[in-house]
């Protein structure tokens, strides 16, 4: 099992910025990909960012592109989601994805999502 676990959550005024983290945690698993998503009230979850573990590539939705930034510290199993000059539509639940799997001997088992209990950003004057 893998627990991942975001804070930075909060209110902030339009234009502002803040930075979410999500640390994950557990015993012998391998992430390959760690995303953020949001949900807006009376929307569905929208994906926002990924990046991969090896290599650190990343992905942006183009309504973020230009403005947040994931990136990862892989020592600390963290992943971060820099948010800088916010607007009200950016007003969401954001949540911590992982997508991971384990090693069965030499048999990879997974990817397998799991998903934070999520972190309020409301951005309003």
């Known amino acids: 099992q893998v627990q991942l676990v975001e804070s930075g959550g909060g209110l902030v005024q339009p234009g502002g910025s803040l930075r979410l983290s999500c640390v994950a945690s557990?015993?012998?698993?391998?992430?390959?990909?760690m995303a953020w998503y949001r949900q807006a009230p009376g929307k569905q979850r929208e994906w926002v960012a990924s990046?991969?573990?090896?290599?650190?590539?990343?992905n942006y939705a183009n309504s973020v592109k230009g403005r947040f930034t994931i990136s990862g510290d892989n020592a600390k199993n963290t992943v971060y989601l820099q948010m800088n000059s916010l607007k009200p539509e950016d007003t969401a639940v954001y949540y911590c994805?992982?997508?991971?799997?384990?090693?069965?001997?030499?048999?990879?088992?997974?990817?397998?999502?799991?998903w934070g209990q999520g972190t309020q950003v409301t951005v309003s004057s």
């Open positions: 557990g015993s012998g698993f391998v992430i390959n990909v």
């Open positions: 990046m991969t573990s090896a290599g650190g590539s990343t």
């Open positions: 994805n992982a997508a991971a799997g384990y090693y069965s001997g030499s048999v990879y088992e997974g990817d397998y999502d799991y």
